[in-house]
């Protein structure tokens, strides 16, 4: 009993500090993307979080929540529409 309670401990205790790279890391490491560059991507990498959130790094307006929602609804959407016709957007891109 008390060596489940250990390994319990242990696995919480690895799980509240966390596993990867924290959020303000990952921000870093990434290179910003300009709206042309994004649209040139490749369909593969294009609607990848990752790419989302590089074109937020290179775009300071779509850091605003607000101003992201209406770039997803009239850009994103739209394009996404294209590159993949007849997949469902994924609901925090949608309207």
């Known amino acids: 009993m ?35 560059e994004w649209k040139a991507m490749p369909v593969e990498q294009k609607y990848e979080i990752e790419s989302f959130e590089r074109l937020k790094l290179g775009n300071p307006r779509l850091q605003r929540q607000q101003e992201w ?19 469902k957007s994924h609901p925090s891109l949608s309207e």
């Open 69 to 87: 929602d209406q770039f997803s609804r009239t850009v994103i959407v739209p394009s996404r529409q294209r590159d993949l016709p007849g997949k």
């Open 2 to 36: 008390r060596l489940s309670a250990t390994i319990l401990f242990v696995v919480v205790c690895l799980c509240a500090a966390g596993c990867g790279r924290k959020t303000a890391d990952f921000a870093v490491s990434l290179n910003p993307l300009s709206v042309n």
